[in-house]
């Protein structure tokens, strides 16, 4: 694995420190279009067995695991009641206006919309934090980690990373459940 993967290269290594050095920051955001204020793709440095690696880093809130895990359940409930089903696919038209849906669009997001209300007010969805490794990456070794914070700043991450690299991270066992914003 060492040989063949290039998040171990000792050059590639002394490439990433010496770019975070430049941006006095411990780590380097992955350019995503799914990075947001609760979620954040990023690579930093530590090691792993002994040896020092290059960690492709996703930490997101509890809140989004959450809801996604809740739209899930959903999508795989309308999968099985609706015999066409394909998923819903959002778009934008030519002015930022969200595409008004199809009448089976329509009737299954209100269908998932029925099924997530149903499993928030029954609290059937809980969410911890963690932090899983996948060493059988093609780049370094995957870390995924869901924090029970509101947003996933600079701080939280240098907090995050200071406190992995130092094996000191402690992770909270409450399990926690959310309401998902209604717009009005």
């Known amino acids: ?3 063949t993967n290039e998040g171990f290269s000792i050059d ?8 975070m050095a430049k941006s006095n920051q411990p780590y380097i955001v992955v350019d995503s ?4 204020e609760e979620y954040l793709n990023f690579y930093f440095v ?7 690696v290059i960690y492709d880093a996703v930490i997101y809130t509890l809140r989004l695991q959450h809801e996604s895990e809740l739209y899930e359940i959903a999508e795989h409930e309308a999968a099985k009641r ?3 089903f394909k998923k819903i696919k959002y778009e934008e038209d030519e002015n930022g206006d969200m595409r008004v849906l199809d009448g089976d669009e329509e009737e299954i997001g209100l269908f998932m919309a029925e099924i997530i209300m149903e499993l928030e007010e029954e609290g059937a969805v809980k969410v911890k934090e963690h932090a899983e490794l996948d060493p059988n990456i093609d780049f370094g070794v995957g870390l ?3 924090l029970h914070v509101s947003s996933i700043t600079g701080d939280v991450v240098i907090k995050f990373i200071s406190d992995f690299n130092e094996d000191n991270l402690t992770l ?3 399990l926690y459940s959310f309401q998902m914003e209604q717009d009005i």
């Open 46 to 52: 530590g090691f792993y067995e002994g040896r020092e």
């Open 33 to 36: 279009e799914e990075n947001n």
């Open 12 to 19: 590639k290594i002394k490439a990433f420190k010496e770019e």
């Open 172 to 174: 909270d066992d409450t």
């Open 144 to 146: 995924d980690a869901g």
């Open 82 to 84: 609706f015999s066409g």
């Open 1 to 3: 694995m060492y040989l």
